[in-house]
């Protein structure tokens, strides 16, 4: 779920390891829990409420408003100064949504300067940072500031390992993009793909809508009936078998489709094989990873291959 900008996770600099401010904070001054107090829900350490959305951390109650309190309620930890724009820029969309998530998850902002060891022990060497804490322990962080669909989107995958039910968001960028789709506008939809994949790399609904602009060009002007009689006639000819493909997936017959370029593969070598192999991955994005016929290609692909 990270931010795909990132090319090494920020956990390879080592596990965070907030043991030593546990002990900090003297007896008398540390949050009791519910089940110390008989306190409702939305103290610290219990289910979140929409009026705790955002709350402000320190040394002296960390334990109870991040650590316990994410074994309830996902919590996202917001590192920041005054004085940095980005810092002073990304807090407030942090903090709308917090409050739009009416209590779904806990926004708790650290400023780095008036808590130097938490921003060490999270081992923080950006302003801002911004980490998901799940379970009692960090799942996920980014660097600096990302784009609100791909915040959204973050927060999205942050709720959904904190076991919440989270409605998938309409996205207004993608209806514009589908509907120039569907309507024919391929140039219209092309640049609308690009411009989300621009904000969000990692967006598989606009790479697989990219992806069928690209089908959709190919295709354009070709007879099918005639196109998928040239590649039956002509097996050896790669070009035929690539529209052939397009033709098939276009149909409904992807699993069809997969099995043409798998053989292409199979009974080619050096470009030919290669251009067969990156038209296959090309028609994988269409149907998404998960989708069992291109699990089942994709292993067909590599026994082709080696």
């Given at each position: 779920?990270?931010?795909?900008?990132?090319?090494?996770?920020?956990?390879?600099?080592?596990?965070?390891?907030?043991?030593?401010?546990?002990?900090?904070?003297?007896?008398?001054?540390?949050?009791?829990?519910?089940?110390?107090?008989?306190?409702?829900?939305?103290?610290?350490?219990?289910?979140?409420?929409?009026?705790?959305?955002?709350?402000?951390?320190?040394?002296?109650?960390?334990?109870?408003?991040?650590?316990?309190?994410?074994?309830?309620?996902?919590?996202?930890?917001?590192?920041?100064?005054?004085?940095?724009?980005?810092?002073?820029?990304?807090?407030?969309?942090?903090?709308?949504?917090?409050?739009?998530?009416?209590?779904?998850?806990?926004?708790?902002?650290?400023?780095?300067?008036?808590?130097?060891?938490?921003?060490?022990?999270?081992?923080?060497?950006?302003?801002?940072?911004?980490?998901?804490v799940v379970g009692g322990r960090p799942i996920d962080a980014f660097p600096g500031v990302i784009p609100e669909p791909q915040l959204r989107q973050w927060l999205a995958a942050v709720l959904k390992a904190g076991g919440v039910t989270v409605a998938e968001p309409e996205d207004p960028r993608l209806d514009e993009a589908d509907d120039a789709l569907m309507s024919g506008d391929l140039d219209a939809a092309?640049?609308?793909?690009?411009?989300?994949?621009?904000?969000?790399?990692?967006?598989?609904?606009?790479?697989?809508?990219?992806?069928?602009?690209?089908?959709?060009r190919r295709v354009a002007g070709a007879d099918p009936q005639a196109a998928l009689a040239a590649a039956q006639a002509n097996p050896d000819d790669v070009?035929?078998?690539?529209?052939?493909?397009?033709?098939?997936?276009?149909?409904?017959?992807?699993?069809?489709?997969y099995a043409r370029l798998v053989g292409v593969v199979r009974r080619t070598a050096g470009d030919d094989r290669d251009k067969a192999r990156q038209h296959l991955i090309a028609l994988f994005s269409i149907a998404g990873p998960d989708d069992p016929a291109v699990a089942s290609a994709r292993r067909a692909l590599a026994s082709a291959l080696f």
């Amino acid at each position: 779920m990270s931010d795909p900008r990132i090319t090494s996770s920020i956990f390879t600099r080592g596990a965070v390891d907030l043991s030593a401010l546990r002990g900090t904070a003297p007896a008398s001054s540390r949050p009791a829990t519910p089940s110390q107090t008989g306190a409702p829900t939305g103290v610290p350490g219990g289910p979140a409420t929409a009026g705790d959305a955002a709350l402000d951390v320190t040394e002296a109650n960390i334990q109870a408003e991040v650590l316990e309190r994410s074994l309830t309620t996902p919590v996202v930890v917001f590192f920041g100064a005054a004085g940095y724009p980005d810092s002073d820029q990304f807090a407030p969309v942090l903090e709308r949504l917090a409050a739009e998530g009416a209590g779904q998850w806990v926004l708790a902002r650290v400023d780095v300067q008036e808590n130097p060891r938490i921003a060490q022990m999270f081992q923080i060497q950006a302003i801002p940072t911004v980490y998901a804490v799940v379970g009692g322990r960090p799942i996920d962080a980014f660097p600096g500031v990302i784009p609100e669909p791909q915040l959204r989107q973050w927060l999205a995958a942050v709720l959904k390992a904190g076991g919440v039910t989270v409605a998938e968001p309409e996205d207004p960028r993608l209806d514009e993009a589908d509907d120039a789709l569907m309507s024919g506008d391929l140039d219209a939809a092309e640049q609308a793909y690009r411009k989300i994949l621009a904000e969000s790399p990692a967006d598989a609904a606009a790479e697989a809508g990219l992806a069928q602009v690209g089908v959709a060009r190919r295709v354009a002007g070709a007879d099918p009936q005639a196109a998928l009689a040239a590649a039956q006639a002509n097996p050896d000819d790669v070009d035929a078998q690539l529209l052939a493909a397009d033709i098939e997936v276009l149909s409904g017959m992807a699993e069809q489709a997969y099995a043409r370029l798998v053989g292409v593969v199979r009974r080619t070598a050096g470009d030919d094989r290669d251009k067969a192999r990156q038209h296959l991955i090309a028609l994988f994005s269409i149907a998404g990873p998960d989708d069992p016929a291109v699990a089942s290609a994709r292993r067909a692909l590599a026994s082709a291959l080696f």
